[in-house]
Structures are given as structure tokens and as C-alpha cells.
């Protein structure tokens, strides 16, 4: 299939079948693992015929093998206004949402093993520091917090040291 794709698109590259020939062999480069090809080849059939969902749908798959969320959500999107009763790429929209923020969780996850092992307690408070005191954590409150919120409203600008105490305490609840 591939082979044939791009055979039709040495005689006709720029014509309303060639963004059908380029989505098409889009496809056989998703199905081959080609995410990077099937990027290209969607990108060309766009620009030839930007009103095919299949198109965007297909790119959006792309997208989310390439770990690129929040193109893959807009173009998902896009295929839903394109095709607003079709009821796959709905769920898939759906579901890159779902990814996305499982992706994010992921990484403050490993940002929070980091963090834990940031020794907070030699970290020394310049002269400078005016803002809230977080020495427990147990004393992350509302009243701590709207505390800070008006500290940074003025300042903007909380110690590193406590920082990464906060930091630390949130992680622990993922």
C-alpha cells in the first residue's frame, strides 16, 4: 500500500486525490510505526484539503505516539467539528485528554522523586527573606496559605527552601 500511495504521488501531488493519496499512506505509516512520515504525509494532505477529519484524526494519532498532547487534543478536536457525530473521535478525544493529564501526573511524579531527595533542612533563609514561615508541614493551611497569597501578591517571591517543602508534601499524596 505504501509503495502504491506513493507511486500515485509522483504523478499527482497537489490535485484534491493526492490529500486522500497522502492521508491514505498516512495511515500505512501509522500502521507501520512511522509517526514522524505520518506526520509529514498529514501536514501535506492539510494543507491540500483542511476539511477531512480523517485527516486530523490521523494526526492526532501521530501526535499521541509521539508523546505531543496537546496537538494531538487540538487536532482530535478539530476532527470532532469536522465530524461532529462520529462517535470514535469523540472517545479519542476523550481519551488523549485522560493521557494528557496521566502524562503530567507521570512527570510531577518524577519530578517528586527529585524533590524528595532534596535535603530541605540544610538549605539556610538569606537575611533578605521577609515572606511566611513553613517549618511543618503539618502547618500547610488555609490560614499559611492565604498567608503566602498575600506575601506574593506584594513580593512575589517564596523562599526556595519553602518551596520545595510544599513541594514535597503534595507529592506525597499522588
Known sequence: ?????????????????AAIYYANRALTH???ENYLLALKDTNASIKINPTNPKTFYRRATAYCATNKWEKAIADFLKASTLAPHDKQIRE???WAQKESRYQ??????DVG???????????????????PILEDT???NPKWVVELMKFLKEEK??????????VQSLTHFY
Open 113 to 131: 522523586s527529585i524533590i524528595d531527595r532534596i535535603k530541605v533542612d540544610d538549605m539556610i533563609i538569606e537575611e533578605w527573606y521577609r515572606g
Open 30 to 32: 501509522i500502521k507501520l
Open 104 to 109: 503530567k501526573l507521570g512527570y510531577i511524579m
Open 1 to 17: 500500500a505504501l509503495n502504491k500511495y506513493s507511486y500515485c504521488l509522483t504523478i499527482d501531488s497537489i490535485s484534491e486525490k
Open 138 to 140: 503539618k502547618k500547610l
Open 157 to 166: 517571591r517564596l523562599h526556595k527552601k519553602y518551596l520545595v517543602k510544599m
Open 92 to 94: 479519542k478525544y476523550e
